[in-house]
């Protein structure tokens, strides 16, 4: 019988696979490709902190429990670890094989200790002693308690044998006992961890400190050689939920939580193969089996490398620089009350400038007719302008609201830091509410004009952070339509205050009316699909988890509705099956830019509707997360995000399609078919559009007014 639903943590792993497909394709640039490599073990670090170490809670509570693919815990780990020593010895294949000779090509070369020239020994030797070594503080392991190995940190470890004749003082404290003596070193994350070497000529040659230190750790054990060496780096467990009844002691509960991710259970661990013994013996301390291990070569993490971009040689081989243009309908140096009050205005980053939402913010701040701020923050960058400009206008009298979700995984230690800054400038901070995540984007600005108050509100697919807004790909809409704004502020009266759900008219909130609305628009597909007027729905989303909503949409191909699903990372849906799904068909992006927007179009016979969303159709969204659907209203608008949803549909260069197997194929060109990228499609367009827009002349108008 065909499986109903692929394995959550598998599928997502095949994500992982088709971001190292990107690496592996060598008509990308080399640090493209390198970055691609680097995604792929930071990917990895999260997956085994979060879903495989949630995976092993669940095998040692319920070791019988089947999921809906059909998996027990244990087949689920047996799997994982099958299919991510595979994608990882072939990361590491391409990077010691491909990568780096690549680089060498280029005159950007990496040299081992061994293979260093007698001025390249002498330097690391000298850089080693004054710079590094004061740095390092090696830990014993033969003490009754183990030393802590942080999660996520690199270590370098020494297996030592006592040299011949010198009596030292570990032989005393041990009374004289044999025991292996394997020492822990944490390689310091505050120095670069690429050493530029003295190089030939037209040459740059690096080393990496990791090496540097194990080649010269000796100087840390007088009285001892060095036997073998180790570097390695251990992930941790860290799923930990907080207590949500904590009330007032709720900020104290997440730092505890905090400390316990750097020692939880460790969940896996990656090390080279330069030490079968040192290797084993913290197997044995660590308590993990051999699926557990991941061995490489050479480089544990590859984005120690990416620092090579920094170089003249770097530069050379990475994408084309693609600029963010200003939005054409949005104005450089006046408020945008007046232009909001015609008609909404969609922003679509990274291919337009993030400016217009710090712009909108930071122009509410100064306002003097702006009465109030209302927004969420979920994950906000380092240094965010956003935060400074809340802080400005609650110093200038404005009443600033501000719902900052301190369970954002790991970003919940900066979160605190925003919370306690805002609140000393003055804002009103709610910290989310118990036992639900605040997941929404949304911002209202509260504005007194002509003797009444207009609400203008910014709602979007993506966090409050310019940085990742650089890197993402996301869409949000700035409005004063009146029904939604209404719905806006109901919705902060029911998040931070005590309030009863009212109905809302346009806005879908989870986890009350989002799925509920969902459900019944593919429904509503489902009756109103004939053979010669067939419905159509069109959703592109992070992942597809919630099994409601796939059942629906198997229910809808049954009856003849064409399902089209562009899917980034996780997809349980088993597309294709005769009889089952045979309208579905799934597609996947990875380009340079990460996908994030959630657009959702339903056919409606004839009366089509189209949603943006924070969303993704997955059981934590929808059931226990607070989110927002938001409708596109206006009609040039409308056609703008449906033309965007249709380009990724388009795309047969960096799209991949999933086959009824769980296999993940690229797209292929049809023969004379135009090539077609949909995100270069989508920087061109938005280039075009500024180029018109800067040859288009600027008309002031001058009124004439009596003296």
């Known amino acids: 019988m065909e499986p109903r639903f692929f394995n959550r943590e598998l599928s997502w792993i095949e994500f992982n696979a088709r971001v190292l497909h990107q690496g592996l394709r060598k008509e990308l640039p080399l640090m493209e490709r390198l970055q691609f490599l680097s995604i792929v073990t930071s990917n990895f670090d999260e997956f085994f902190q979060v879903r495989v170490a949630s995976v092993k809670r669940m095998m040692a509570d319920s070791p019988d429990a089947v999921d809906i693919s059909g998996l027990t815990p244990e ?142 750790g000796t100087q840390l054990f007088p009285g001892f050689a060095v036997d073998e060496t180790m570097i390695l780096k251990v992930a941790r467990d860290a799923d930990f939920a907080v207590d949500e009844e904590s009330g007032r002691n709720f900020i104290h509960e997440m730092e505890k939580i905090l400390v316990q991710r750097k020692s939880s259970f460790a969940v896996r661990m990656t090390c080279n193969s330069t030490s079968q013994t040192i290797m084993k013996f913290l197997m ?22 990416m620092e090579l971009r920094n170089t003249d040689e770097g530069a050379k081989m990475s994408f084309p620089e693609w600029k963010n243009f200003y939005p054409a309908d949005l104005p450089h140096d006046e408020p945008y009350w007046d232009i909001l009050k015609q008609h909404d205005v969609l922003l679509h980053v990274p291919y337009e400038s993030y400016d217009p939402v710090i712009k909108f913010i930071s122009d509410a701040a100064d306002d003097k007719d702006v009465l109030a ?62 036992n639900l995540k605040v997941h929404a984007k949304i911002l209202m600005v509260m504005r007194r004009e002509s003797d009444t108050i207009r609400r203008y509100a910014h709602l979007a697919t993506g966090n409050y952070n ?26 902060f009266n029911l998040v931070t205050g005590y309030s009863t759900l009212q109905n809302m008219k346009q806005l879908g909130m989870a986890p009350v009316t989002l799925k509920t609305r969902l459900l ?33 949409l198997y229910k809808a191909s049954q009856a003849g509705v064409q399902v089209m699903l562009n899917i980034r990372g996780i997809c349980m849906l088993v597309p294709g099956v ?29 009366s089509p509707e189209l949603y943006l969303s924070s969303a993704d159709w997955m059981s934590r969204n929808l059931d226990r997360r607070i989110e927002l659907m938001f409708p596109i209203l206006d009609r040039n608008v409308f056609k703008e995000v449906h033309g965007i949803l249709s380009t990724y549909f388009e795309d047969n260069t960096n799209a991949q399609y999933l086959s009824e197997n769980g296999i993940w194929q690229p797209v292929e060109r049809k023969k004379d078919e135009k090539e077609m990228r949909a995100q270069e499609i989508l920087y061109k367009k938005y280039r075009r559009r500024a180029e018109s827009s800067a040859k288009t002349p600027k008309i002031d108008f001058e009124v004439r007014r009596k003296n």
């Open 75 to 216: 087949m689920v780990l047996h799997q994982i670890s099958a299919r991510a020593h595979q994608v990882i010895r072939a990361q590491h294949d391409c990077l010691k094989n491909d990568i780096l000779p690549a680089l060498a090509a280029k005159n950007l070369v990496y040299v081992k200790p061994d293979d260093f020239s007698d001025q390249q020994n002498d330097y690391a030797q000298n850089l080693f002693r004054n710079e590094i070594f004061p740095l390092l503080t090696p830990l014993r392991t033969d003490t009754e308690i183990f030393p802590n190995i942080n999660n996520l940190a690199l270590y370098a470890a020494f297996l030592l044998k006592p040299i011949s004749g010198i009596r030292n003082a570990n032989q005393e404290l041990k009374g004289g006992e044999e025991s292996p003596r394997i020492s822990l070193v944490q390689i310091p994350s505050c120095i670069p961890q690429v050493v530029w070497l003295p190089s030939e000529k037209g040459k740059k040659q690096f080393a990496l400190t990791e090496e540097i230190i194990t080649q010269y």
């Open 284 to 305: 044995e301390k660590l308590e993990l089996k051999d699926e557990d291990v991941y061995l490489v070569e050479d480089l544990i993490d590859p984005s120690v490398l």
């Open 373 to 434: 701020i209302k927004m969420t923050l979920y994950r906000t960058g380092r240094d965010s302008p956003i935060i400074s400009a809340l802080e400005r206008a609650a110093r200038n009298g404005k009443q600033v609201i501000v719902l900052v979700e301190l369970k954002a995984r790991f970003d919940e230690e900066r979160n605190i830091a925003w919370a306690n800054e805002l609140e000393n400038a003055g804002v009103t901070v709610i910290y989310g509410l118990v």
């Open 466 to 491: 310019p940085k990742t807004a650089r890197l993402y790909s996301d869409l949000s809409l700035f409005t004063s339509n009146y029904e939604i704004v209404n719905d806006a502020t109901q919705f």
């Open 520 to 552: 019944a628009m593919i429904q509503r597909e489902i009756d109103r699909s004939d053979p010669e007027h067939p419905g159509l729905i069109m959703a592109k989303m992070n992942s597809l988890t919630h099994q409601e909503v796939i059942e629906a």
């Open 578 to 606: 005769k009889g089952l799904s045979e309208n579905i068909k799934v597609v996947s992006i990875v380009d340079r830019y990460l996908e994030h927007s959630r657009i959702f179009y339903f056919q409606n016979s004839g």
